[in-house]
Every structure is written in structure tokens, then in C-alpha cells.
């Protein structure tokens, strides 16, 4: 007796494959447009220099919305990989149909981070002569250790989306017209290869979290080993950034996750628990980074040195006191209504989870910001404070980097499949079995 996919279940999964509508015309011609925005942008900055964006030093912001940018992003790969391990680690099945989706998450998120990395050098050309003349300077950068640890997770994600693919692949490459693509694909793919595949995915899942946790560690020391920056430089920085960005990756996917299911009416496979489960994971979330930032306003607001205390008043009375409480609001908005929809299942919404994970996720850019910022405008020396200004050249590469993203996204879903068919048959067939 079959417990598969059913034919009508199979054909659902594969319309991204196998119909394009107009609607995606549309977009993608958008996003080619905003590209080509984002192509001039960058040329243009490259041809003028640095000079041209709202950066500038001694009093203002050597780090702007470029580095705002990469933190963010490296924020939310957080939960990409993490969620599709814990997935396969903990036989998480209803949630299946969201390994996929969180794998490229992380990955679009990582590239996008590096073109953030990119953008933020002005000449990155000449990266090579800082290289080759400095070497030893450059191996003891924290910066040299960010990158070297982004770079080992995007190896690690991009094989670990191919290797858990693979199956897919092969399934569907008779049935798709660029099928010919997946065979090319699969070099020595063996039918017999599943279980040793599973193994591998396994160990990989376990390997996948150090990793993580390395990586955004690696960027909050970046600042918090920054000990002529106030408000940067502290032992807090590690776990308030991982933190930070487990809730906004859970955050993204849980909004990635419902535009693919209205877009393509996949009410079936991924359900409103889905949704319930990953609320009630950012509500424990987001108290505990709340609980952070109250610690790390009440260590400062009341104790801290005079250059501390100057930049959290600019932060919470001062220039950015907007941002800040924007942040605390959102956030204290998005637990009230994970924790209601957690407590009590007859409110229970899946617009109204997702609509808090979409404020959470906006909350956390403008958190980045003000992590950067007002540290940098309002230095340890005895100048004014200093302001900054995005120009009109950083706002358009800024939005270039998302759509980079988006891109991706619809590039991935309409060439290979976004849903773990292979990972979903074997599910539905053990659970067949088990009710025989």
C-alpha cells in the first residue's frame, strides 16, 4: 500500500518548477531593475571613493549601514542551518517542509553579508596589498577570524543543502524539462546511497552548531574586543549577539515560510503548528534578549563611566532614542503576542505570528544600527559628538543586498526544489507503516 505523496500532493509541490506566472515576470523584473540601481550605485561609489557616502572619521561613522547591514545578515544564518539540523537531529516532521527554505536563508544571508563586507572596503581591490605587505597584522585581526569563520559556515551550508538535495535531484530529474541540469548535478549518484546520506546529514546537523554559535561569537567580538569604543567593549557581547540573532533568523524563516505557503497554497504541508512551534520558541526568545538589554541599560544607566553613559543618553534621550525604543517596543510587542498565542490555543493566529515576526525582524536591523552607530559618533575622546548621515549611494547598495536576497530566492525556486520531496515520501511512508 502506497503512503507517499499522492500524485495531486506531488504536482502542488512541483508548480514552481513547472509553471512561471505573470506575477513572477513581474517581480523578477523588478528585482533586475533594483539590480541594475545597485550595479550603478556601487560603480559610482567606486569611481568617487568612500567620499560619497556619509562615513567619515575623526568624529562620526567609520561604520556605517554597510556594517549594519552584515551583522544583520549574519544574524539571521543563525537559525537557517540550526533549524533544518534540529529538524533531522529531533525527527521534528511536521516541520519537514521548512528544512529547505531555512537552508537557503542561511546561505543568501551569508553571500549577502560578504557583499556587505565588499561594499564597506571602497577599493576592495586592494585588500591584496594589505595581504601580501602586511601579513602578520592581518592573520591577528578579529576581522581576519570573521572571515575565515563566515567563509568555513557557507562551505559547510552549501554542501550540506547539496548532499541533503541529492535524492531530490535524482527523483525529479526525468520529470522536470531541465532535468539534464540535476544529472549534471550528480556526479557517481548511486540509487542505493540514501541511508549513507542520512548518516552523513546526521553528523553534519550535530557539527552544523558549534559553527554557529562560532561565527556570530566571532562577529560580537569584533566589538566587544574594541576596548577604545564605548559601549562596545564587554564580556555581555557573545551570548547577547547570539541571542540576537537566533530570534532574528527564527524570525525570517518563520516569515519565508509563509509566503511560500500562501503563494502556492501549501496549507497542507506546512500547517498552522508549525507556525504555533516556532512562537513559542521566539517567546521564550525574546524575553531573554529583552532581559539582556535591560541588563545592559541598568549597568550603564547607573553605574557606567561618563563615555558609557553619553552614548546610552544618545541612545535613549538623545538622537536615537526613536530607534531604541522602536526596538524595545517591537520586541515587547512580538513576546506579548507569541506569549498569547502560546498560552491560550482558541486566539491562536498564523497572521497574527507571523506579523510579529515580521515587527521582530525589522526591530533587530534597527537594533543593529544603534549597536553601531552611537558608539562611534560619540567617542571615549574629548570631542563634540559627531553625526551620521546616510547618503543616497548607501541606501540604494543597502537595498541592493536584499534584493540580492529575494533574488536568490526566486531563482532557487524556480531551477531546483524548495521542499524536501525524497525527506517527505520517507516521513508519510514510516508513518504508514506504524498505523498498519
Excluded at 531541465?178 to 546537523?205: D, H, T
Excluded at 541598568?298 to 552614548?311: C, H, R, S
Aim: hydrophobic share 55%.
Amino acid at each position: 500500500m502506497d503512503h507517499g505523496l499522492s500524485q495531486k500532493q506531488k504536482d502542488l509541490l512541483l508548480r514552481p518548477l513547472t509553471h512561471t506566472g505573470r506575477y513572477f515576470y513581474i517581480i523578477f523584473g523588478i528585482c533586475l531593475v533594483l539590480l541594475g540601481w545597485f550595479v550603478y550605485a556601487w560603480y559610482y561609489q567606486l569611481q568617487n571613493g568612500l567620499a560619497v557616502t556619509g562615513l567619515e572619521t575623526p568624529v562620526g561613522a567609520s561604520w556605517g549601514l554597510y556594517l549594519v547591514n552584515f551583522v544583520f545578515f549574519i544574524g539571521i544564518t543563525h537559525a537557517g542551518i540550526a533549524i533544518a539540523a534540529a529538524i533531522r537531529l529531533f525527527k521534528l516532521h511536521d516541520y519537514a517542509a521548512l528544512a529547505r527554505m531555512a537552508e537557503l536563508v542561511t546561505i543568501l544571508s551569508l553571500m549577502a553579508a560578504g557583499v556587505c563586507i565588499i561594499l564597506d572596503m571602497g577599493r576592495p581591490d586592494r585588500i591584496f596589498n594589505v595581504i601580501l605587505n602586511y601579513p602578520q597584522r592581518v592573520l591577528s585581526s578579529p576581522l581576519v577570524w570573521d572571515i575565515t569563520a563566515i567563509t568555513t559556515y557557507l562551505v559547510f551550508a552549501v554542501t550540506y543543502l547539496y548532499i541533503e538535495m541529492r535524492a531530490d535531484l535524482a527523483m525529479l530529474a526525468g520529470k522536470i524539462r531541465w532535468g539534464w541540469l540535476y544529472r549534471r548535478l550528480l556526479p557517481a549518484y548511486n540509487p542505493g546511497e540514501r541511508k549513507r546520506v542520512e548518516r552523513i546529514v546526521f553528523w553534519a546537523s550535530i557539527f552544523n552548531f558549534p559553527i554557529m554559535v562560532m561565527v556570530h561569537t566571532t562577529v560580537a567580538w569584533i566589538f566587544g574586543l574594541q576596548v577604545g569604543r564605548p559601549e562596545w567593549y564587554s564580556a555581555i557581547k557573545g551570548p547577547y549577539y547570539v541571542f540576537g540573532a537566533v530570534l532574528t533568523g527564527v524570525a525570517t524563516v518563520v516569515v519565508v515560510a509563509a509566503i511560500y505557503r500562501k503563494l502556492f497554497h501549501w496549507e497542507e504541508f506546512i500547517k498552522p503548528l508549525v507556525f504555533r512551534g516556532l512562537g513559542r520558541f521566539l517567546c521564550w526568545t525574546s524575553i531573554f534578549y529583552l532581559y539582556f538589554i535591560l541588563s545592559d541599560f541598568m549597568t550603564i544607566k547607573y553605574a557606567g563611566p561618563l563615555p558609557e553613559l553619553k552614548v546610552m543618553q544618545a541612545k535613549t534621550e538623545g538622537d536615537f532614542a526613536f530607534l531604541y525604543w522602536f526596538e524595545v517596543i517591537s520586541l515587547a510587542i512580538g513576546f506579548t503576542v507569541y506569549l498569547i498565542n502560546t498560552v491560550f490555543n482558541k486566539v491562536f493566529r498564523v497572521w497574527s505570528t507571523v506579523a510579529a515576526s515580521a515587527l521582530i525582524v525589522i526591530a533587530l536591523w534597527v537594533g543593529r544600527y544603534i549597536i553601531v552607530i552611537p558608539s562611534l559618533v560619540n567617542p571615549f575622546l574629548p570631542f563634540p559628538a559627531g553625526s551620521y548621515h546616510p547618503t543616497w549611494v548607501e541606501w540604494s547598495l543597502t537595498g541592493g543586498a536584499f534584493v540580492i536576497v529575494v533574488f536568490g530566492f526566486m531563482a532557487f525556486t524556480k531551477v531546483l526544489p524548495i521542499i524536501p520531496f525524497s525527506e517527505m515520501e520517507s516521513i508519510l511512508e514510516e508513518k504508514g507503516e506504524k498505523k498498519e
